[in-house]
């Protein structure tokens, strides 16, 4: 049969028309929803995420514990829960302190630092700010005391004891949700692919399949550049240059690191003013223009590389946006899911469009 009867679809065409249409508006509006109730309660999510990600990172080690030991799971996500509540002690025990006493040297020199800022920027002129002519130890002077009288005003430190206080409740709620990501991992992920439709299962777990090795080397490299660009600059600020706050700033440029090209470039500004606050000649700022430039190179072209691999590498401009969208839409907890949601729905386009996977050229397998 020819002619326009036989252009017409199907009733079984028509009906499969429809309902994929209706399903896709489904998967629509859920999305809205979990991104307004996401929006809403961006800050009760942030333990859940601490949580979840730390889990997922720990999952093989489990998994290992439990072919080599030959362990039931409780065990061995008991086993790996103690031995990170023992890290994170160690490392409060060794880092808090000095830490502190950093930033309270900070706050007592401020005064100090003001002027040095004071000094670079205007040298021995004068500025006439809301009309009152200022020289640099003026400007100096009236800078550390409205920075003082901020700190000290009441409403701010009662919102320090809040954030205290939270932060507190919120340390404990990540132990206890740590403990049971650990033990129920396997279940809750089962769990999650219950909710898909039953026809879609077989592709999200090619997706996952897929994804899962890339969200593993991405998470691991992370840790390991904040490690290692942590390390890094205290060796050269501290140990190298002998820079004041040394550790204060080490612990800076490696939680900056995380952010690209910004993040950086901002340590670096950082630095470099408290640089020019300690420089007793032009060596310390030539030193310390060379360490910066030794330890962009070495993060950019050698262990950024090696650690995260080519397919958990997205492009800067890609992941300045979706840091920013992140944060305004959903804040720290959107901060750190930003990335791996960019390379979730890369992986998944990449599936959907019958891609061949991309190949490390480091190790030479795919990835």
Not at 7 to 22: I, M, N, Q, T, W
Not at 320 to 348: E, H, K, M, N, Q
């Amino acid at each position: 049969m020819s002619g326009p009867e036989s252009e017409k679809p199907s009733l079984v065409e028509e009906e499969a028309r429809v309902e994929g249409a209706a399903n896709r508006t489904t998967l629509f509006f859920v999305i809205a929803v979990i991104g307004f109730v996401a929006h809403e309660i961006q800050w009760a999510l942030l333990p859940f995420v601490i949580a979840g990600l730390l889990a997922y990172v720990c999952t093989p080690l489990i998994e290992l514990l439990k072919t080599r030991a030959r362990l039931p799971r409780w065990a061995a996500a008991s086993a790996v829960f103690l031995g990170l509540v023992i890290l994170a002690a160690i490392f409060s025990a060794l880092g808090i302190p000095p830490l502190v006493r950093e930033l309270q040297h900070l706050v007592v020199d401020l005064p100090g630092t003001f002027h040095s800022l004071a000094k670079t920027a205007l040298g021995g002129r004068t500025i006439t700010l809301f009309g009152q002519e200022m020289n640099a130890d003026q400007l100096a002077a009236a800078g550390a005391q409205r920075v003082r009288d901020w700190i000290g005003a009441g409403p701010q430190i009662g919102a320090l004891g809040s954030i205290l206080l939270a932060g507190g409740f919120g340390l404990i709620l990540v132990l206890v949700l740590l403990f049971y990501f650990l033990l129920n991992g396997p279940g809750l992920m089962r769990g999650v692919l219950w909710l898909a439709p039953p026809d879609k299962r077989p592709l999200i777990r090619t997706i996952w399949l897929r994804l899962d090795p890339i969200l593993k080397r991405y998470f691991i490299g992370v840790l390991l550049i904040l490690a290692y660009a942590t390390g890094a600059a205290y060796i050269g600020l501290g140990l190298v240059l002998g820079l004041g706050h040394a550790l204060f700033l080490a612990f800076l440029t490696g939680l900056l690191e995380i952010v690209p090209i910004i993040g950086p470039a901002a340590s670096a500004i950082i630095a470099g003013l408290v640089a020019v606050r300690y420089a007793k000649g032009i060596g310390l700022i030539i030193g310390y223009a060379t360490y910066a430039v030794a330890l962009r190179i070495s993060i950019d072209q050698l262990f950024g590389p090696l650690a995260l691999g080519t397919a958990a590498r997205l492009h800067p401009v890609l992941i300045i946006f979706c840091f920013l969208v992140g944060g305004v839409l959903f804040g720290l907890p959107g901060i750190i899911l930003a990335v791996p949601i960019a390379l979730t729905v890369r992986v998944t386009l990449s599936v959907l469009r019958g891609e061949a996977q991309e190949v490390d050229p480091h190790t030479g397998r795919a990835s």
